[in-house]
């Protein structure tokens, strides 16, 4: 056995062990007491993954006749030191409010590189000009495909919750129709290439440029709420892209760990949509608001609203005995979860009941509301699912409605309304209400929250971090 | 297609389907809490396309070549780097569970 044969296979077994690192590391990610080592076996699996094949690189070279010279080096080195260098600043300062958009951007990069190892594949077979045989045909142009798709997709989604793109459901002109000519572009294009044989450069840029458009036109028309379910489904899309560049270059690793991500991230997605009462394919197609907008105006009567100050709020909230805190984005935005907590323990001295009624999609993302009140020291066993504190509202003498509106609206229950169907956090029940918001600015469902009109509720107009602090103050002054 | 060419497509859809298996099998009932996170480590693993990255880096001679894998190299390393540091900076914060209330009066009046 040659020294290069030898490499090769302790490079393949490094690949195995890289991938057992992936599954173990992604079975311990299902709990949370586990979650943290698993992600360090996952990332430890990734390293020997990665070490190994730049040894293998190295080795090759070395047993090769043909100069390669510093070029491909300089490629891998500059491209890590430059992609890991940005990755690891972002992620580092990136605010855990604007986390769920970074992991989209990442999404987008990881699809993106998944393309382009088909395309720089394909163009190495229309330089050699013969043709190519159908399973290798097959796997480069869904690859391209489906990696084109997520990496636009992505990057769409990234934009909506970013706000760089209204979150709004944005329909396109000509909706559904260029999305139907978009696909029947990319099915046709395959099929000629697969019936051909022959490499066809035109026809393949022709099948990129529609993809990369349809990863547009698919996101574009989803609403901001239902993002999280298209950046897992997105996800899961890239995990299958990666699995065809591994059939594609013919390396196992790519194809196990692209297969795992691809399915795991599928019923991941089934998880999330099921959370919120919807279904995958009714997100995918409707999106909020996606309808006629005539079914809003349903909504019962506009009715006036009650404005309130914090020393009314205060002597409400210090004399109560059962307070539930309803966080939501603006909350997340405006930085308050560690004002919110001081209040909490303000009113836990005075032996008040405090809890958090975490919606599950709270904030922008599901389990995305808790990592930040976590982040601010609030007590684990006080916050409480939806299902659990659904039942206490009705027992609680205030209910703190803070920069969350689609989840509270009661509208919800009724057929008619663009959020029909998901499922809310039952605010309206609790003996009395006091929302916290800037203004009457609508939610991401675009449409007005009948909360806000129920004559048992108080409308404190601040900021969130701000109107916190004044109530704080307030609380104290009692 | 060759007999040795078919054998060889097998092997690797045989690897294919069992880890769509594995895949779906590894993901059980997992609270809504670490959806999240969850997405996010599964999200880190995809970056493993650096490895192909780098192989068609190591074999590129045409220009057009090496601009297309440095893009991707860039790109895969930006999704395992960053993956990976952003799932661990969100599960650090699930270690401290149930704690005593902390010496927030401190803070309350600090900040007051």
Same mark, same amino acid.
């Given at each position: 056995?040659?020294? !290069? *044969? ?14 057992? =690192?992936?599954?173990?590391?992604? +079975?311990?990610?299902?709990? %949370? ?49 430059? @992609? ?35 395309? #720089? #594949? ?19 142009? /869904? ?10 997709? +992505? ?7 970013? =706000? ?63 993002? %999280? ?6 996800? +899961? ?14 390396? &196992? ?14 019923? /991941? ?31 019962? &009567? ?45 009113? *836990? *001295?005075?032996?008040? #009941? ?42 609680? #003498? ?17 057929? @008619? ?5 998901? &499922? ?43 109107? !916190? ?10 | ?112």
């Amino acid at each position: 056995m040659t020294t !290069l *044969e030898l490499v090769e296979i302790l490079v393949r077994i490094a690949w195995l062990i890289g991938a057992v =690192g992936f599954v173990i590391g992604l +079975s311990r990610m299902n709990s %949370p007491a586990t979650a943290r080592n698993g992600n360090l076996v996952s990332a430890g699996g990734m390293t020997v993954a990665i070490a190994a094949t730049a040894i293998l690189i190295a080795v090759r070279q070395a047993n090769s006749t043909d100069t390669f010279g510093a070029a491909p080096w300089l490629i891998i080195v500059v491209g890590v030191v430059l @992609g890991g260098g940005l990755g690891l600043y972002t992620a580092r300062t990136v605010k855990m409010t604007a986390m769920p958009q970074l992991v989209s951007l990442f999404n987008a990069v990881g699809g993106g590189a998944a393309a382009l190892i088909a395309i #720089d #594949d394909y163009i190495r077979l229309v330089n050699l000009g013969s043709a190519v045989r159908i399973d290798e045909n097959i796997f480069i142009v /869904l690859d391209i495909i489906i990696g084109s798709i997520t990496f636009t997709g +992505s990057i769409v989604a990234s934009g909506k919750l970013q =706000g760089l793109i209204p979150g709004k459901p944005i329909q396109v002109p000509g909706g559904q129709l260029v999305t139907l000519a978009l696909a029947a572009v990319t099915v046709i294009g395959a099929l000629f290439l697969f019936v051909t044989g022959t490499p066809n450069l035109l026809v393949m840029v022709l099948i990129l440029a529609a993809a990369l458009i349809f990863g547009v036109t698919m996101t574009l028309p989803i609403g901001g709420a239902d993002m %999280p379910v298209v950046i897992s489904l997105l996800n +899961s899309f890239t995990g299958t892209a990666v699995a065809m560049a591994g059939f594609v270059i013919d390396n &196992p690793v790519l194809i196990i760990a692209g297969a795992l991500v691809g399915a795991s991230g599928a019923i /991941l997605t089934k998880l999330m949509a099921d959370a919120m009462n919807r279904s995958v394919m009714n997100i995918m197609i409707g999106g909020f608001g996606g309808g006629d907008d005539a079914a809003g105006a349903a909504a019962g &009567p506009g009715g006036s609203v009650r404005s309130i100050g914090a020393d009314d709020v205060a002597i409400q909230l210090a004399y109560a005995q059962h307070v539930i805190v309803v966080p939501g984005y603006g909350l997340a935005v405006a930085q308050a979860q560690h004002a919110v907590r001081e209040l909490a323990e303000l009113l *836990e *001295e005075r032996g008040v #009941d405090v809890k958090y009624a975490i919606h599950p999609v709270a904030g922008r993302m599901p389990g995305h509301m808790n990592v930040l009140l976590a982040e601010a020291n609030v007590p684990y066993p006080q916050l409480k699912e939806m299902d659990d504190i659904n039942p206490e509202f009705a027992r609680a #003498d205030v209910a703190l409605v803070i920069g969350a509106n689609d989840v509270t609206n009661p509208a919800a229950r009724r057929p @008619g309304s663009p959020v029909s169907g998901m &499922p809310i956090l039952d605010v309206d029940q609790a003996k009395s209400i006091v929302v916290i918001k800037r203004s009457m600015g609508k939610g991401y469902a675009g449409i007005d929250n009948e909360l806000y009109t129920n004559e048992k509720t108080g409308m404190l107009f601040a900021d969130a971090k701000d109107g !916190l602090a004044a109530l704080t103050a307030a609380v104290k002054a009692l | 297609m060759s007999y040795d060419e078919i054998n060889g497509l097998l092997t690797a859809l045989t690897v294919f389907t069992l880890a769509i298996l594995v895949g779906i099998a590894v993901i059980s009932k997992v609270p809504a809490t670490l959806h999240t996170p969850l997405m996010s480590g599964a999200n880190s693993i995809h970056g493993i396309v650096l490895v192909g990255a780098m192989l068609i880096a190591a074999s590129a001679t045409e220009p057009i070549s090496q601009v297309l894998s440095f893009v991707a190299v860039a790109f895969a390393t930006m999704n395992v780097v960053g993956g990976y540091v952003v799932t661990d900076r969100m599960l650090q914060m699930f270690r401290k569970k149930p704690v005593a209330p902390k010496p927030a009066t401190d803070d309350a009046e600090a900040a007051s």
